[in-house]
């Protein structure tokens, strides 16, 4: 075997190395918090962000589609040397199985550093010092009328298309700078959340998204925040600020919810307050209708046509994107979020109505 081919090999270590970084994780969140996610991790994402950021575009969009054409071409080459040279064909297979191998170590070891301790990290009601219990149907009711006054209020000032759909009035880029505003807004409530952000990325190849049933998406390899922006007007800045939450090393999506909640609330721009609490909603509404129908029919009565509109239109579009594809993405997302220690699965999204319902009592200096 090639001298080199052994040098290479070694980097296969970091597959349990990193392994076994993630079960001490497991065991040791304090840890995580105060070394990783408050430590190294503050390092790694501004340095990763400000070469990324000197880009307008989704580097990592590029190196996703970048990296599947090269693995074509030499999957391709690969073959057609084991034809032609039958003789090295057993070393022709070992090198690109063997080299197949080593970039997936290295890969994965980049994943853990670059978001997978992340999820082992202290809850974010711990550090934030929520109290997080059970509920009264009664206290989910008031945080829905409190979530459709807001809404209702903010809709005055949300421009609309020719079909009455929410128009964000600027471009994707400034939506995106606004975003970053918006998730600076929140430092004052929540200090540990100061630090760089870096623009998030309106992705290119959107309409993919969709089909896959992605609205945004975290790339670790570039700590890059990437976006949709396919989808309805008025979702995006909630997207925008759901993945600059996790770039900023809160993981679990329930607690990313939470946060782009929080900071679209801050923002002193409508479209962005009007985004999140429309996005609060519909994780609220889903609850209220679980255990009290009548105040759910009640409160979805008193919304403004504009907010049904929107809703409206929200069901409509993921509905043209419903088949094999969206339910694999689905099916994959579910898999990787229960891999990461959220046990729900995607169902972990609507955990996000407890902190909402916990900031709204520390808010109001309830019990």
């Given amino acids: 075997m090639p001298r080199y081919g ?70 391709v080459r690969t073959v057609r040397n084991a034809v032609k040279d039958q003789d ?97 807004s929140i430092s004052k409530q929540y200090p540990f959340m100061r630090g760089l952000y870096s623009r998030p990325k309106p992705v290119l190849s959107s309409k993919l998204m969709s089909l896959a049933n992605i609205t945004g998406i975290y790339f670790p390899f570039t700590f890059e925040a990437n976006v949709n922006v396919d989808v309805p007007d008025y979702a995006i800045p909630a997207t925008m600020c759901h993945e600059l939450a996790h770039q900023r090393g809160f993981m679990r999506e329930d607690e990313a919810n939470f946060i782009s909640y929080m900071a679209c609330r801050n923002s002193n721009n409508s479209y962005f307050i009007y985004s999140g609490t429309l996005s609060a909603i519909s994780f609220a509404f889903d609850s209220l209708r679980g255990v009290d129908p009548a105040a759910y029919d009640e409160l979805y009565g008193q919304l403004s046509e504009g907010i049904k509109q929107d809703f409206a239109a929200y069901n409509r579009y993921w509905h043209k994107y419903e088949g094999v594809v969206s339910q694999v993405s689905t099916s994959v997302n579910n898999a990787y979020l229960k891999a990461n220690n959220q046990s729900d699965g995607v169902f972990s999204y609507g955990r996000m109505v407890d902190l909402m319902l916990a900031e709204y009592r520390q808010r109001n200096s309830l019990s």
């Fill in 6 to 75: 052994l040098k290479r090999l070694f980097l296969l270590l970091l597959i349990p190395a990193s392994m076994i970084v993630i079960l001490i994780a497991t065991k040791n969140s304090a840890w995580v918090e105060e070394y990783f996610s408050r430590g190294l991790y503050i390092i790694l994402c501004p340095a990763f962000t400000s070469l990324s950021g000197l880009f307008p575009f989704s580097v990592s969009e590029l190196l996703i589609y970048g990296g599947i054409l090269a693995l074509i071409i030499i999957t």
């Fill in 88 to 184: 090295r064909r057993g070393y022709t297979v070992y090198t690109y199985v063997a080299n197949i191998a080593v970039i997936t170590a290295v890969l994965y070891a980049c994943f853990v550093f670059g978001c997978g301790l992340n999820y082992y990290r202290v809850p974010f009601a711990q550090t934030a010092g929520l109290t997080v219990r059970e509920s009264s149907p009664e206290e989910l009711k008031a945080l829905c009328t409190e979530l459709v006054n807001k809404a209702n209020t903010q809709s005055q000032y949300i421009a609309a298309d020719e079909n009455g759909e929410t128009k964000l009035p600027v471009s994707d880029l400034q939506t995106a700078d606004n975003a970053v505003a918006a998730m600076k």
